[in-house]
């Protein structure tokens, strides 16, 4: 069972906009730790998509954004891609387990 | 570019020491954190540990009495021991330059393709 909660899974057809939520617990994300968001595309390593709650790296699109707030973090995307289908997770740190913790992968499924 | 590589034997015998090598070009080891991660097949990703520019590490509680990595500056290259290994360790290794300054503000990029490691008899 992951420190960080998310659902197993979403879909949503070509264009729409969907959120992929991300909660903890008051010895992570409620402690104020910063969230980061990993895509993982079939049969390849984990990329970095959102880092610092909401900044995107260099080469993300702008249809992917992040948001934190009490002890949730949510990841949404806008104008659903085919290409956008793959697993994301989220990251974060543990004061009680001192080191990094992930969530347990939500698999996005584009209809 | 920052670009990372691990290497290692695909196979690791029950009760014997997983070690596997992560070669990094582009940036010096000397600067930033750099990290563990694993995900046996079909599951989540597991962050195992790091080690600092410096020499310090920080590891998972729960691997922390089998877990060692180390830095080879002279090399570029870091690595991952972990022993008394059992199928349950079986998963695809990565190794990430961890862009944190003091373990509590980690986050991973770029990672390795990754390697898978079995361990079976």
């Known amino acids: 069972q992951s420190v960080l909660t998310q659902p197993p899974s979403v879909s949503g057809a070509p264009g729409q906009r969907v959120t992929i939520s991300c909660t903890g617990t008051?010895?992570?994300?409620?402690?104020?730790?910063?969230v980061h968001w990993y895509q993982q595309l079939p049969g390849t390593a984990p990329k970095l998509l959102i880092y610092?709650?909401?900044n995107r790296p260099s080469g993300v699109p702008d249809r992917f954004s992040g948001s934190k707030s009490g002890t949730s973090a949510s990841l949404a995307i806008t104008g659903l891609q085919a290409e956008d289908e793959a697993d994301y997770y989220c990251?974060?740190?543990?004061?009680?387990?001192?080191?990094?913790?992930f969530g347990g992968g939500t698999k996005l499924t584009v209809l | 570019q920052v670009q990372l590589q691990e290497s290692g034997p695909g196979l690791v015998k029950p009760s014997e020491t997983l070690s596997l090598t992560c070669t990094v070009s582009?940036?010096?080891?000397?600067?930033?954190?750099w990290t563990w991660i694993r995900q046996p097949p079909g599951k989540g990703l597991q962050w195992i540990g790091y080690?600092?520019?410096?020499?310090?590490?920080n590891y998972d509680p729960s691997l922390k009495s089998r877990v060692t990595i180390s830095l080879d500056t002279s090399k570029n290259q870091f690595s991952l021991r972990l022993s008394s290994v059992t199928a349950a360790d079986t998963a695809v290794y990565y190794c990430?330059?961890?862009?944190?300054?003091?373990?509590?503000?980690?986050?991973?990029?770029?990672w390795g393709p990754g390697t898978l490691v079995t361990v079976s008899s």
């Open positions: 990430a330059r961890d862009h944190g300054d003091h373990g509590d503000d980690s986050w991973f990029d770029p």
């Open positions: 582009g940036v010096s080891l000397s600067r930033n954190y």
């Open positions: 080690i600092s520019y410096s020499g310090s590490t």
């Open positions: 008051s010895s992570n994300i409620g402690a104020n730790y910063d």
């Open positions: 610092v709650n909401n």
């Open positions: 990251q974060s740190y543990d004061s009680s387990l001192s080191g990094s913790v």
